[in-house]
């Protein structure tokens, strides 16, 4: 397989999808960037064209105005019975040119992933396909099954459809986001006191509209500008704005009524939206008091971003800070950066992190008491990282047996060890000693 623009971030995340399905993946980038390769463990492909012509599917992964290029330039040179993909937020024009430059015999298949590079997996995430009939038999079923083996939900539709409903979906949605963005500089206000002042939507708005400021510009300039279609959805949001606007102007408040009730009726059950809302808006709310519940605890604390695992006591948990004892040192941590650890997250990282104490414990057992089974009984403890045993041998004609216990390093290993060893006098185990 071969990803032309794997260097770019949605081209690494797919090297990565698919490397770890199995394919023997290659990338290649203008920039002939190698390292990028050997990070993620995938060949770079020195000469495009011949790597083209030995690759069983080739995917384009290139920004929107060069598409179309792209594709005339590499389609022609690939061989019988393989596959042409893109994953391009437009797909009409790609669609067309993958079926005028591509040979009858090379199967081809539009594809948009409806999510960015940051998603760990594809769980839940939307994945829309636009086949074109008689154009992908062999290949379409093994793509959709991965993806949906991978817990994608797979959309299929036409592609003029597909960009009918992006106009709205990305377009409508990006533009009115980025709008709001330029004109609280517009307003030059003051975006961090206003937090002061927030209600649950306008946090959550604030983070959206952040979210869209903070991603590529010229990406989100090209699925403004690429799509025919933007155009008249844009004019329809512009007359809309300026008519509620004469409304509020004018103070026309049976208008203002009529138009909101008239949107309500048209967007249907309202219902629905104001579960899901209020459960995110709940989940932040629950989250933060969750973080003040635990202050004066020790907690784990996962940066989002950086990956980054923090442990320690927490000291203290403002709206938008946390404040992180580490040994010594104290951490300051933005809270919208970080995500508490459940308590057996935070045991997996103490078990991999920690150097732990060891103890080795020997008894005498039952007669007829599986040794194993009594090691599972120990495994069972929150406090040890490993159990084994590592000796057994007859004594008397009774069966002696050694079990090794690995303890959590921050447990005191005198009171564990003597927990373990109640409970093995508990089930008929005596103590050598």
């Given at each position: 397989m071969?990803?032309?623009?794997?260097?770019?971030?949605?081209?690494q995340w797919f090297s990565t999808f698919?490397?770890?399905?199995?394919?023997?993946?290659?990338?290649?980038?203008?920039?002939?960037?190698?390292?990028?390769?050997?990070?993620?463990?995938?060949?770079f492909a020195h000469d495009l064209h011949s790597?083209?012509?030995?690759?069983?599917?080739?995917?384009?992964?290139?920004p929107i105005d060069i598409t179309e290029q792209v594709i005339a330039e590499v389609a022609p040179l690939m061989r019988a019975g393989t596959l042409l993909m893109d994953l391009t937020s437009l797909k009409t024009g790609?669609?067309?040119?993958?079926?005028?430059?591509?040979?009858?015999?090379?199967?081809?298949?539009?594809?948009?992933?409806?999510?960015?590079?940051?998603?760990?997996?594809?769980h839940g995430q939307r994945f829309i396909l636009t086949p074109i009939v008689d154009r992908?038999?062999?290949?379409?079923?093994?793509?959709?099954?991965?993806?949906?083996?991978?817990?994608?939900?797979?959309?299929?539709?036409?592609?003029?459809?597909?960009?009918?409903?992006?106009?709205?979906?990305q377009g409508l949605t990006h533009f009115a986001y980025i709008t709001i963005g330029t004109t609280l500089d517009r307003l030059d206000?003051?975006?961090?006191?206003?937090?002061?002042?927030?209600?649950?939507?306008?946090?959550i708005m604030?983070?959206?509209?952040?979210?869209?400021?903070?991603?590529?510009?010229?990406?989100?300039?090209?699925i403004q500008m690429e799509n025919p279609e933007v155009i008249r959805v844009h004019d329809a949001f512009l007359q809309e704005c300026h008519s509620t606007s004469e409304m509020v102007r004018e103070h026309d408040l049976e208008g203002f009524i009529t138009k909101m009730k008239d949107a309500a009726m048209h967007f249907g059950d309202v219902s629905p939206a104001l579960r899901r809302s209020d459960k995110l808006i709940n989940y932040k709310i629950s989250e933060y008091e969750h973080l003040l519940t635990s202050v004066g605890k020790e907690c784990g604390l996962l940066h989002v971003y950086s990956g980054k695992i923090h442990v320690g006591k927490l000291r203290k948990v403002t709206p938008t800070?946390?404040?992180?004892?580490?040994?010594?040192?104290?951490?300051?941590?933005?809270?919208?950066?970080?995500?508490?650890?459940?308590?057996?997250?935070?045991?997996?990282?103490?078990?991999?992190?920690?150097?732990?104490?060891?103890?080795?414990?020997?008894?005498?057992?039952?007669?007829?008491?599986?040794?194993?089974?009594?090691?599972?009984?120990?495994?069972?403890?929150?406090?040890?990282?490993?159990?084994?045993?590592?000796?057994?041998?007859?004594?008397?004609e009774k069966k002696s047996v050694t079990y090794r216990i690995s303890i959590l390093a921050d447990q005191e290993p005198k009171k564990v060890q003597t927990d373990v060893e109640r409970i093995l006098c508990g089930i008929g185990c005596q103590l050598r000693v």
């Open positions: 071969l990803i032309v623009g794997g260097t770019g971030e949605m081209g698919f490397k770890n399905r199995g394919f023997d993946v290659s990338i290649w980038g203008k920039s002939g960037n190698t390292e990028i390769a050997e990070r993620l463990d995938v060949r790597e083209v012509t030995e690759s069983d599917v080739v995917i384009i992964s290139v790609p669609t067309r040119a993958m079926q005028k430059y591509a040979p009858a015999d090379v199967e081809i298949l539009g594809t948009h992933p409806m999510f960015g590079p940051t998603i760990p997996n594809l992908c038999q062999k290949w379409f079923p093994v793509i959709r099954e991965m993806l949906e083996e991978s817990g994608a939900h797979v959309v299929i539709v036409g592609p003029e459809e597909h960009d009918r409903f992006v106009s709205v979906v206000f003051n975006v961090k006191e206003s937090r002061r002042f927030m209600s649950p939507v306008y946090d604030l983070d959206f509209v952040g979210r869209i400021l903070g991603q590529n510009p010229y990406l989100y300039a090209m800070e946390i404040l992180l004892a580490e040994g010594t040192k104290i951490a300051s941590l933005k809270i919208e950066n970080i995500q508490l650890l459940s308590p057996q997250e935070l045991n997996e990282w103490k078990r991999k992190n920690l150097i732990h104490h060891r103890r080795d414990i020997s008894v005498i057992v039952p007669e007829n008491a599986d040794p194993e089974i009594i090691l599972d009984v120990l495994s069972g403890n929150e406090n040890i990282v490993e159990s084994e045993i590592i000796d057994t041998y007859l004594i008397h």
